[in-house]
């Protein structure tokens, strides 16, 4: 295949950056998007140029590390994350626009690379429950009810890749932070804490800089995980009920 | 309490208020059928209702107090809302496809600023103003209503904002109760979008039929 690729080049965080035109030839419809950029930036290497820098780890779409917007859909057209979308999903003389995720509590560390740390603050905010660490209790110390246990598990799927921040158009991290409430939430363990992890996690949220949800669906539609919209739901309940009872 | 959540539960609420206003005002607006006294009796009876205990126009003035406190909750949390999202994304894409969500969902904010300019140009129409186009009296009800709606482009007007108004229920609705957090399975999720839809096309088009029937003739003095 040959393509031609629109990238998005910024040297550092301070700098201003942008898009830079790419021809690339002889590309397999069996290689993965990333494995594509690798030959891209193999090229790039050999001709003296500074390599595209991007995220990339565990290459089989379970990290969360990976994420590009391509032609101004999150990870690309397919329902997956980004090194698991094959060059198959495109055309031979297609144009291919590759933008880093925008949002401006992420911001462009250089070219693709986006800093996702204010998840990571979101999650110190309450996304965990206090327990002391130990030997492992036994699987049937803490009965849980099967829907509880698989709502919980669905949305812990959740990678923290944050295509839902990147496909809003208010730039709203709610379908991440309703994912870690729901999935906190359903279990017996998580219950102690419910009302002020939400009340802090909300709030931190918001101190990021994540604009409000507009319930429009764009997040549910470009996570590659497949998280429902009721969890952003279950978390204006969750609020809702932490504000009643004085949180 | 100044959460986005918090601003959305304000939105919601004021907005399931606005919701009761309208369905009351289009009751009001269907006893165009039945005819001019019908019509006019009902404008008298919202002033008399509750006498003696209130006094005459007393309801009608506790339902502006609420309006108008509602207008400001939501117009408030929109516009601050409006402005975090601006903030939350200050550096736009140069290609974003917004395909998965409905045209309404995006006309949300634009067509809340059309549609509180219409409510400025109505109140000056037949409230406040009361601007009769056919150059009329103005203090009948339902002939001012007639005379109105017998001008092709102020029913035009109407139709349009009628249309946009329907557009803001159909997303606003359902997105009320996911708001409220009354949307936690597909299952409910589902019957609150029908909700919306159904209850959006059931306001749109009963506001539709009285200016529609009195260009057409069939409503008329």
Redesign the interface.
Known sequence: MKLTLKIWRQADTASDGAMHTYEVDEISEDMSFLEMLDVLNERLNSEGEEPIAFDSDCREGICGMCGLMINGEAHGPQVTTTCQLHMRSFSDGETITIEPWRADPFPVLKDLCVDRSAFDRMIQSGGYISVNTGAAPDAHATPVPKDNADRAFDVATCIGCGACVAACPNGSASLFLGAKITHLGELPQGQAERDSRVVNMVAQHDHEGFGGCTNIGECTAACPKEIPLDVISQLNKDLRHAIRRGY | ?R???????MMAVSGIIFIGFVLLHMYGNLKAFSGHDAYNDYAHHLRTFGEPMLPYGGLLWVIRVVLVLSLVVHVYAAVT?WR??K????????????????YA??L?RWGGVTLLLFIVWHLLNFTIGKVNVDGGPTNDPYNLLVDSFSVWWLTLIYLVAMAMLGAHLH?GI??SM?????????R??ALAKRIGLVLALIITIGFSLVPVFVLAGVIDK
């Not at chain 2, 550096?91 to 917004?98: L, R």
Request: no cysteine; proline share 0%; charged share 25%.
């Open positions: 309490m959460s986005t959540i918090a601003l959305k539960l809302l975090r999202a903030r939350a994304r200050t550096v736009k894409y140069v290609v974003k496809k917004n395909k998965h969500s409905t969902s995006h949300m997303h359902w997105s996911q708001t409220l957090g009354l949307t936690n399975s597909v409910e999720r």
